[in-house]
Nanobody, 117 residues
Framework: QVQLVESGGGLVQPGGSLRLSCAGS????????MGWFRQAPGKEREFVAA????????YYADSMKGRSSISRDNGRNSMSLDLNSLKPEDTAVYYC??????????WGQGTQVTISS
């Protein structure tokens, strides 16, 4: 099965930047999209960004357009998300996920991102 491991979370001051990475293993050939979701305390999990695994075409949530950039390295089975101009409301656990068919079928364990001065 597809396994995903996130890295790169941490504490950042408002206005700062952060890079999140996701390493994949297993049958990645079946993946159509890889993406990032986040969940803040007391809130539902929400979509952040995604990338077409074969073409590299990106998708962004409106709240992240202009402040984030998603990329992938098929050769290294990895994906990254650059976050810029971070705000306190970006504080959340960020999850990497992989989609095939109509389902986000695999999820990472999550990495904490905290934006605070």
């Amino acid at each position: 099965q597809v396994q995903l491991v996130e890295s790169g979370g941490g504490l950042v001051q408002p206005g700062g930047s952060l890079r999140l990475s996701c390493a994949g293993s297993g049958p990645l050939y079946k993946i159509t999209l890889m993406g990032w979701f986040r969940q803040a305390p007391g809130k539902e999990r929400e979509f952040v960004a995604a990338i077409n695994w074969s073409s590299g075409y990106p998708y962004y949530a409106d709240s992240m357009k202009g402040r984030s950039s998603i990329s992938r390295d098929n050769g290294r089975n990895s994906m990254s998300l650059d976050l810029n101009s971070l705000k306190p409301e970006d504080t959340a656990v960020y999850y990497c996920a992989a989609k095939w068919g109509s389902t986000w079928g695999s999820w990472g364990q999550g990495t904490q991102v905290t934006i605070s001065s």
